[in-house]
């Protein structure tokens, strides 16, 4: 048994103090903090936060060596308690690390719980002490001996289980509920008086009882109980899933006002937000990548299957919107163009595959520059894309033999039941057995997957959408998009972020962190401006100013139709006198959507 105690007692600090007890069974233990957080694919290195380390036996020190950045042996005596004592300064917003200020708190076992080696698979108990007044303690962690706000003794079978029930502290909202049988919380810190939290909760009720009876109808899920843990703030967004819980970030606008009945574009993607992070709770978090079993908490853990964990989720999480009635089929026709234009306006298509995205993760997709537009692609979005055409041409095979019609629902579902890791050949046998005997698109499900998952040409949506009643029309984009520049307003004129890949921008010399003064005679001060005064007909004169000095360059006019750097979609309902949306394209729609 290893024993923790963390303290809540002084938050204006910004620091728990923890302390670990455990019985060594030789003369040295080594400890250490992982370098990293499940579900955020970047090395973190929580342990710059670490301060203090101290170990005693029986009152007296004992020696720590540092063996590496998140590493550490303590000379001690077998058999005997050993304390281990740090702090860890904690003022870290997001959902992945540490927080604690004066009105509220928040932590992630990762970031706080130092691993002991020769233990982890030993059981691990946490105290919460040091509630000020007023606080309560949130999370999906079982407790065993706790008072009435929560403060007292927690339990995890192992070192795992323990890191993975992210802690809310505070005075927070707290509703509870029940979906197919099992029961529920959520918990919100931060919002606002007018924030009408009910309907928030009723909505996430609703997408909870159509996510258990996608994966499993009728039966229960394999969980007693789900807690989601909101943090409301100024400007943010975000979430981490969690095997019995979530982490969830919004902003205070994204939240539902009481007396308005119409649900906000904001509100509505703060919804996705939710049906994403607990579609995770089965996909990712029990259907994993063999590469995550078990997690390595010392280094990366490479996986170039992102784009089936993300990206399927990404798939579903509107998906499941619309089917629960949270959506109404134009809201959602609006969501799905997102991605599909986030990845014809990317050129680094072009260039990495979406496998290649996933498995680059570490180093490139949290890590974004001037040149990520042109260099990678995104495993969430080109991943949901992925998900589309697969769910898109599954529904052109014949009925099973069962009378079902193949979709990707059910292949999800045959992957479910494998109940253990998967690969990509995993991905690729359940296609094929879902798809059964149809035309082409079950000739080899393999291959299909292959070119789609490993390559870098378009995926055919336009011809997939058009066969489901999903009508697909081209835009002219932004003129600073047909330019293939990205600018952001600046103190003085525009500030270039991005150039893209060979477009006019790229040609004329145009570099990130360019300040954009004048067009012609013109002055530049925001991008309308540029809008107003750009003529299409010819190269136009533009003074710029790079590190302090004036320079003229000449910006050609864009090319006509779409480009790598420009393609703008919407995607409805076909018009009435289309001749192209049938009858069978209809109930296909109606199959696929339910409108």
């Known amino acids: ?16 103090p923890v302390s670990l007890t455990v019985r060594p069974a030789g003369d040295a233990l080594e400890v250490s903090l992982p370098v990293w957080i499940p579900g ?37 005596r077998p058999g005997k308690a050993l304390t281990v004592r740090y702090e860890v300064y904690a003022h870290d917003t997001s959902v992945r690390a540490a927080f604690l200020d004066t009105r509220r708190g928040f932590f992630n076992g990762t970031s706080v719980f130092l691993r002991v080696e020769g233990h982890t698979e030993s059981p691990h108990r946490a105290q919460i002490v040091g509630l000020p007044k007023g606080w309560s303690v949130g999370t999906a962690l079982p407790s065993v001996k706790v008072d009435s706000r929560g403060q007292g003794w927690y339990q995890a079978q192992d070192y795992d289980a323990l890191v993975d029930h992210p802690v809310e502290l505070g005075p927070f909202w707290r509703g509870t509920f029940t979906a197919r049988g099992v029961a529920h919380e959520l918990i ?26 996608f994966w499993h109808g009728r039966r229960k899920p394999p969980f007693q109980r789900y807690v989601f843990l909101l943090n409301v703030v100024e400007d943010g967004y975000g979430g981490l899933e969690h095997r019995d819980s979530t982490a969830l970030i919004c902003a205070r606008k994204d939240l539902p006002r009481r007396g308005v009945a119409a649900a906000s574009d904001a509100y509505q993607t703060l919804l996705g937000l939710v049906s994403h992070e607990y579609f995770h709770t089965w996909n990712v978090k029990r259907l994993k990548p063999t590469a995550f079993a078990p997690y390595d908490y010392t280094r990366e853990n490479h996986t170039d299957m992102l784009w089936f964990f993300e990206g399927f989720t990404s798939y579903y999480d509107d998906l499941l919107l619309l089917r629960c009635g949270l959506l109404d089929l134009p809201a959602y026709l609006k969501l799905l163009a997102k991605p599909v234009n986030q990845v014809l306006a990317t050129p680094g298509r072009q260039v990495q595959s979406v496998a290649q995205a996933s498995f680059d993760a570490w180093t490139r997709y949290y890590r974004p520059d001037e040149n990520t537009a042109n260099a990678t692609v995104s495993y969430y979005t080109k991943g949901s894309l992925v998900a589309l055409a697969l769910d898109l041409s599954l ?40 798809a059964g005997c149809g035309p082409r698109h079950a000739a080899d499900w393999g291959t299909l997957l292959a070119d789609w ?10 011809e997939l959408l058009d066969l489901h009643g999903v009508h697909w029309t081209d835009k002219a984009g932004s003129l600073t998009q047909q330019l293939g520049v990205r600018l952001q307003e600046a103190p003085g004129g525009l500030k270039v972020q991005a150039v893209m890949h060979g477009s006019p921008a790229e040609q004329a010399g145009l570099s990130a962190g360019d300040e954009l003064l004048a067009i012609g005679d013109w002055r530049l001060r925001k991008p309308d401006d540029l809008v107003q005064f750009f003529d299409r007909k010819a190269p136009q004169p533009l003074l710029l100013c790079r590190d302090q000095q004036l320079m003229r360059v000449s910006l050609p006019p864009p090319p006509e139709g779409p480009t790598p750097w420009c393609h703008t979609v919407t995607l409805g309902q076909p018009p009435a006198d289309s001749t192209g949306a049938g009858d069978a394209h209809l109930r296909r729609r109606q199959a696929w959507l339910g409108h």
């Open 1 to 16: 048994m290893i024993d923790y105690r963390i303290d809540v007692g002084q938050p204006h600090t910004h620091r728990f």
């Open 40 to 76: 955020s694919y970047l090395i973190r290195e929580f342990q710059r936060h670490l301060l203090g380390l101290q170990a005693e036996q029986g009152g007296e020190p004992c020696i720590i060596e540092q063996l590496d950045k998140a590493r550490w042996r303590i000379a001690c």
């Open 188 to 213: 919100v810190s931060g919002a606002a008086e007018w924030a009408d939290l009910d309907r928030l909760m009723a909505d996430t009720r609703r997408i909870c009882e159509a996510q258990i009876t």
């Open 395 to 434: 529904r052109l095979c014949p009925a099973l033999d069962d009378g079902r019609a193949p979709s990707l629902d059910g292949v999800m579902k045959r992957l479910w039941a494998l109940g253990r890791p998967i690969n990509e050949s995993d991905v690729a046998t359940a296609l094929q057995a879902e």
């Open 453 to 462: 998952v490993h390559g870098t040409q378009d995926l055919p949506l336009k």
